[in-house]
């Protein structure tokens, strides 16, 4: 066999992402383009909530069309001039407030806040996995992101000292103050602890049970 047959790391990276990503009939897509890979990551975001929506997670016109409003708000981040902290705070309540009201303006009242906050939060991070080479134009936010909430992330934030407690299931979080007080535990955490340099890069230790 010739060897420049032999795919390079890089060529089996993208081979695994695009296996992880692109969830949708191969016709659904384009051929590799930006849009491709942030729809991909909006459509594997959905996975990680839609089991606590029973009645609705079929729903397919209703999953559309708040994903939808999904990909064009995170289409329009990376087109933003202002990557703060402010700045992102303000998106992100925006667009989990639109995801809600899609829902909720199609029957479905059960959509609360705290699976808007798993979507939104999770293709935040998929985005970064997926990288800048892939998907540019993010990475200036990344610093700003939420950790995104459920079981796992809970139990582990709530071992580190001044983390605001949620009460009950994430999936039944509706107060968005409730959300933002314990985002706002968390930065002030990291920020004290020093020892990592972002809420995401702190999740991304305590999700694995590595508390580094």
């Given amino acids: 066999m010739s060897a420049t047959l032999q795919p390079t790391t890089e060529e089996q990276r993208y081979f695994l992402l695009r296996l992880y990503f692109f969830l949708r ?27 606590t ?30 990557p703060n902290q402010e700045a992102f705070d303000e ?39 997926v990288g800048p080479d892939l998907l540019p134009g993010f990475e200036r936010y990344y610093f700003f992101g939420h950790v995104p909430i459920d079981n796992i992330v809970m ?11 949620i009460n009950g299931a994430w999936s039944k979080l509706d107060d968005y103050g409730t959300y933002v007080a314990f985002q706002q535990s968390v930065r002030a955490s990291i920020k004290s602890s020093g020892r990592w340099a972002s809420p995401l890069a702190a999740e991304f230790w305590l999700f694995q049970g590595r508390p580094t």
């Fill in 25 to 51: 009939p191969w016709g659904q897509y384009k051929v590799d383009s930006g849009d491709d890979w942030l729809q991909g990551c909006v459509d594997r975001a959905y996975l990680d909530f839609c089991r």
């Fill in 53 to 82: 929506l029973p009645r609705v997670a079929k729903v397919r016109k209703v999953r559309d069309s708040a994903g939808k409003v999904l990909w064009s708000a995170l289409d329009g981040l990376r087109e933003s001039k202002r």
């Fill in 91 to 129: 998106w992100h309540k925006k667009v989990c407030t639109s995801l809600r009201s899609c829902y909720h303006e199609s029957g479905y009242p059960g959509f609360t806040f705290g699976h808007a906050q798993k979507w939104v939060n999770m293709a935040f991070k998929y985005v970064h996995v």
């Fill in 155 to 165: 139990e582990a934030f709530n071992r580190e000292p001044g983390i605001r407690r």
